[in-house]
């Protein structure tokens, strides 16, 4: 790939939203709104750690995108916090959503 392409192209930091317990149990969540457990809690906040270490300053100008998702949105205000950034100024977007599972949702996957 020709590097003056690449310099022009964004930074683009991706995050997973942090450990429930579903995820612990192995269940699958889609849309159901299972909140973030104290390990995926203490994953949002190593996650800002380490974007505050790579980022510095340069955090502020950054957009922040989340899924409306209370598991998606709680791991951005915990990273956000981690950046000494105001936690709730984000915005979110439907398409980033997790597909809904209907009758799957809870069940054991793997």
């Known amino acids: 790939m020709d ?5 022009d192209m964004p930074e683009l930091y991706i995050s997973r939203h942090g450990q429930t317990d579903w995820n612990a149990e192995g269940r ?10 104290a390990l995926g809690q203490a994953q949002a906040r190593r996650n800002g750690r380490y974007l ?4 510095g300053e340069r955090a502020a100008q950054f957009g922040f995108l989340a899924s409306p998702l209370g598991r ?15 936690p709730d100024s984000f915005a979110t977007d439907q398409r980033l959503v997790e597909p809904r599972l209907r009758r799957l949702a809870g069940l054991h996957h793997g």
């Open 52 to 55: 505050r270490n790579v980022l």
């Open 3 to 7: 590097r003056a392409l690449l310099r």
């Open 72 to 86: 998606a949105s709680n791991t951005m205000r915990l990273i956000r916090g981690e950046l000494g950034l105001e």
């Open 28 to 37: 699958l969540q889609g849309q159901v709104e299972v909140p973030l457990n």
